[in-house]
């Protein structure tokens, strides 16, 4: 396996960082999380645009262009013979002496790796998963993918001690945001498909984005509207999206069932959309 860390292909048990760079002492930096089917990227252009909008929301000048970014990522699938499974991307501010303040003159460094994997088995999915509650203690601005991700892994490590397999994070009025690594989902009494808005509160997922397009397309109605965890509670159904997983079913919240118990008809039908999307994409 080979990664890339600023500008060059080299052994992944070798690739390293200086000590001093501000991802490393600051978690000044952004990542992406970018799915490879057949050997391609999925929706590149989708997590292009929101690194982008990241890095101008940090400050961070973008260390390659696009053209260069698309190389790269061909380069490393090809080097790591990737055909299904997942590029990690990440940028930081650089290395200097430790300040806060930004520095002057630091070119931003750039670290990808990759490696094959096929994402959740075929049965988590035909049986759903488990999902529990937990205060949402991020910061404001969950829209910037962050390296920062304590919370996140709190809420997570919770989730698996208590044997769930994602946790359901909540505002202090009761709202779910999303989810500790995906976006969250609900489907109403009228059948209504509900998932909080963009903003500053959550992540704009990219795997949502390409959901609510294929659900309005295929007839669904997707409504983008914040639901509290008592909603979720008695909702006919709850699944989270990502990258990773897809599109993934939920059939328990807090230990209270979901619906029948079993995955639900809309979360296998927008999964199945997922998967026709995926095995429709062409390079970049
Ligand atoms: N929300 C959070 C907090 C995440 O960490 C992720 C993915 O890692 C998502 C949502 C889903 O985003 P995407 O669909 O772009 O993978």
Redesign the pocket.
């Known amino acids: 396996r080979v990664a890339y860390v600023n500008g060059r292909y080299v052994p992944h048990r070798e690739a390293s960082v200086h000590v001093e760079d501000r991802g490393y002492q600051f978690a000044d930096g952004l990542y992406e999380?970018v799915a490879v089917r057949g050997g391609l990227p999925v929706d590149f252009a989708l997590?292009y645009d929101r690194l982008c909008t990241g890095l101008a929301a940090l400050q961070i000048a973008n260390p390659l262009q696009r053209a260069a970014w698309i190389v790269v990522l061909r380069q490393m699938i090809q080097r790591n013979r990737v055909r299904d499974g997942i590029l990690y991307l990440q940028v930081t501010r650089g290395v200097s002496p430790r300040n806060h303040l930004f520095p002057h003159g630091v070119m931003p460094s750039v670290v990808i790796t990759a490696r094959p994997g096929s994402g959740p088995s075929a049965e988590s999915i035909s049986v759903g998963v488990s999902a529990v509650s937990v205060a949402d203690i991020r910061w404001r601005r969950?829209d910037i993918k962050s390296v920062s991700l304590l919370p996140?892994i709190l809420a997570k490590q919770q989730a698996a001690e208590q044997g769930a397999y994602e946790a359901l994070l909540v505002a202090p009025d009761g709202t779910v945001t999303?989810?500790?690594?995906?976006?969250a989902w609900m489907v109403n009494a009228s059948g209504e498909i509900l998932t909080h808005p963009v903003g500053h509160d959550?992540?704009p997922?990219?795997?949502?984005m390409v959901l609510i397009r294929l659900a309005r397309a295929a007839g669904y109605t997707v409504v983008e509207r914040s639901f509290t965890l008592e909603e979720a509670k008695v909702a006919r159904e709850v699944f989270v999206?990502?990258?990773?997983a897809y599109v993934m079913p939920i059939v328990s919240v807090d230990g209270v069932k979901i619906g029948e118990g079993v995955p639900g008809p809309l979360a296998l039908a927008l999964r199945t959309l997922y998967v026709g999307h995926v095995a429709g994409i062409t390079p970049a």
């Open positions: 999380v997590h969950r996140n999303e989810a500790g690594s995906s976006n959550i992540l997922g990219v795997t949502r999206s990502s990258t990773i």
